[in-house]
Every structure is written in C-alpha cells, then in structure tokens.
C-alpha cells in the first residue's frame, strides 16, 4: 500500500512538473514568459555539435552510395546489420562482367584473337572487382563505422543531455514566474487597508515567496549543473573532429589504393592486348596483324613477311620513310575512324599513299587517298615493298 502511495505520488509530481514545463513554454512562445538564455560559448557549442551531426550523416550516406550503388543491396546490409548477422556474400558488377567475359571467350576459342582477348579482359575485371571488394571492407572498417559511432553513440549522448538542459531552464523559468507573481500578490496585500484577515493574507503571501525563492535556488543550482555537464560532452566535438580527420585520411588513402591497382591492372591488360602474337588464324585469312596500342609509341622489333609478299613496317622502314622526303605505298590494316579534320579515315585492306612532313609528331604520317588527304596513325599501316 506504502508502494502505492508513493508510486501515484511519484506520478503526480512529474505530471505537475510536465504541465508547469508545458505551461512555461508555450509563454515563451507566445511572448509572455520571459527566457533565460544560455551563454554564447554554450550555443555556439551546441550550434557546432547539431553542424557535425547534419555533415556526418550526409558524408556517411552518400559514401554508403558511392560504394554500395544499389539501394536493395543497401537495405538488405542494414537489415542484416541490426539483426546482428553477416549477409550473405554476393558477386559484385565488375566479378560479373568478367565471368561473362571468360564464358565467353572460351565458347568462342582461346585460340582466336577475340576468345583470347575476352579472357584476359574477363580475368582484369575479376581483379578489379576484388579490390572493389576490399575497398568497400576497408572503408567500412576504417571511415563509415567511426562516423556511424558518432551518430548513434556520442551525439544521442549529447542530444539527450542537451534536451535535459532544455527541461532544467523550463523549470528555472517557471520558478522565476512563480517567484514574480507571488511577490506581486504580496505587495498587493500589504498595500489593503483591512483588518486581520488580510493580515492573514500577507503572511500566507510572505510564506508563498519564500517558498518561491528557496524553489529558485534548487532549479537554479539544478540548471548550472546540467548546464556544466552539458558544456563538458559539447567540447568533446573538437576531438570528434580530430579522430574523423585520421578516419578521413584512411579512406582517402584505401581510395589511393583501389585506383592505383585499377589502374596497374588496366595498364597490364592494355600491354597484353597490344602485343597478341600475329599468327591468330580465321577463315578469312592466314594472319592478323598485332592490334594498335593507343599509347605505344613502338612498334614491332622487326619485319614479319605475309603470303601476299607485304612487309609490316620494321622501325628502321619507318625513320627511313621519316627521313627521306618521298612517298610510299601502304596498305591500311584496320579500320581508322578519324578525330578530326585533320586526319583521314582508313579502311581496311585498302592502299594508300603515305609521307612524312616536316614536324609531325613520330607516330603520325601524312596519307593521301585520291583528292582526300590527312594524318594516319603508323601502327596502322603495313608499308608495301
């Protein structure tokens, strides 16, 4: 029965505490309660921690897209997080290419230019696709988890402390009310010339304001503490700040990595594609040609000889032409788009005229076609005998 007493007891006093906050607020809202405000160092604490707490989320979302474009693979990760289970591991984009790739190039032979070709791009995009894989382990490990603390740790923190400064002020406001209208009360009934029953008013008055005043000392005591706990949590964001900034550098530095060795896998897989030996045979004809590299600048070490008496050109058959101020014959081994006007557009197996100009950069000769004239690229042409 005691318990039960005290339980509604309990009850009543933070329903009376409630309304008397509500009450206060909704005065100051309206303009007719005044406000005790903070000091500036507080706000522009809490104005900092709410500023860090927006950026971070934003940050820690968007870097969740950028390694995670698709949303239903994000949704099914956080579900997975907060029932405290690992997902299931799954075949990212670039490891699905390249099995496309490989299945491909062996269904149409490791022996032709093509399958060979498809095979060597299938097994790049696997490398890619597992560094893409600790890329995004990495960066989770290092930057998304830190900010993720953050979030739902030390700012829930703050939040819930702030949010109790916010309820301590309410009731020092109140108070500060109560104080100022039972002063008013008193000195209203001082100032009435009646007998003793309103001498009984001035003390009942007199009891009320000291009440009202020893009230005051506690909310305001109560108030400066939750104010200095407060304070205390919010100067902690410059730390925060601090630790996000070695996060940051982490990640930057697991991005480093991840392009370096796309780019290290690109450049093996472009090598590889430059230099296919020449003899991949189809029904059409006998030989190919090694595929152009857009960025070699050499081509083979030496001469190769085809069935039709034509002579790949050699380095020492191209600073001759270079060097010699006449024209040659060549026949185009590809087809050539041009970039520009100033070049000229090839078809394969067709002949050409071909010479050097003064200045030209060494990987480019001047072609001629009939009226049609412009730059074609060396690796291009098979220079006649």
Known sequence: MNIMDFNVKKLAADAGTFLSRAVQFTEEKLGQAEKTELDAHLENLLSKAECTKIWTEKIMKQTEVLLQPNPNARIEEFVYEKLDRKAPSRINNPELLGQYMIDAGTEFGPGTAYGNALIKCGETQKRIGTADRELIQTSALNFLTPLRNFIEGDYKTIAKERKLLQNKRLDLDAAKTR???????????????????EGDNNMIW????????????????????????????????????AHHLRCLNDFVEAQMTYYAQCYQYMLDLQ???????SNYCNNNQTSMAPVPSASSNVIGSSA???TSGLVIASPTNLIDLKECSGSRKARVLYDYDAANSS????????????????????DWLMGERGNQKGRVPITYLELLN
Request: no cysteine.
């Open 206 to 241: 007199a009891e009320e304001v000291t009440k009202s005043e020893q009230e005051l000392r506690i909310t305001q005591s109560e108030f400066d503490r939750q104010a200095e706990i407060t304070r205390l949590l919010l100067e902690g964001i410059s730390s925060t700040h």
């Open 304 to 306: 190769l000889t085809s």
């Open 343 to 362: 070049e000229l557009s090839l078809l394969a197996d067709e002949v050409i005229t071909v010479f050097s100009v003064v200045g030209m950069d060494s």
């Open 179 to 197: 104080l100022k209208k039972a002063k008013a009360a008193e000195t209203r009934a001082s100032q009435l010339n009646s007998a003793r029953l």
């Open 271 to 277: 090598k590889q594609l430059g230099s296919f030996p």
